[in-house]
Nanobody
Framework: QVQLVESGGGLVQAGGSLRLSCAVS??????YAWFRQAPGKEREFVAA?????????????YYADSVKDRFTISRDNAKNTVLLQMNSLKPEDTGVYYC????????????????WGQGTQVTVSS
């Protein structure tokens, strides 16, 4: 059974940092992504990372323009965990952050991902 479990959310002041984790169990994927959903808005793409093969020897990363140069997606291979380091946080970064996984090439649409975590709340105060 595939499980994705996010953690690390919380309340932080603008300009602060948080690191989100997504623990993956049950299967290994070659594409992982983070999405977020603010109140009253649709879920949107934040960041994704793709590996060429299961040796994890090659990685490409993709970011939404709104988080580029502030967020970093990475993977802890030993723990099968996907991380999202978020720096210089802004109030508009507030929302529920979801981890997602898929096989194949990287996609930016919610509908393209087959597996999802339950989400973790991030609140950035001004």
């Amino acid at each position: 059974q595939v499980q994705l479990v996010e953690s690390g959310g919380g309340l932080v002041q603008a300009g602060g940092s948080l690191r989100l984790s997504c623990a993956v169990s049950g299967r290994t994927f070659n594409n992982y992504a983070w999405f977020r959903q603010a109140p009253g808005k649709e879920r949107e793409f934040v960041a994704a990372s793709a590996w060429r093969d299961t040796s994890w020897s090659y990685t490409r990363t993709y970011y939404a323009d709104s988080v580029k140069d502030r967020f970093t997606i990475s993977r802890d291979n030993a723990k099968n965990t996907v991380l999202l380091q978020m720096n210089s946080l802004k109030p508009e970064d507030t929302g529920v952050y979801y981890c997602a996984a898929r096989y194949g090439s990287t996609r930016y649409e919610v509908s393209e991902y087959d597996y999802w975590g339950q989400g973790t709340q991030v609140t950035v105060s001004s």
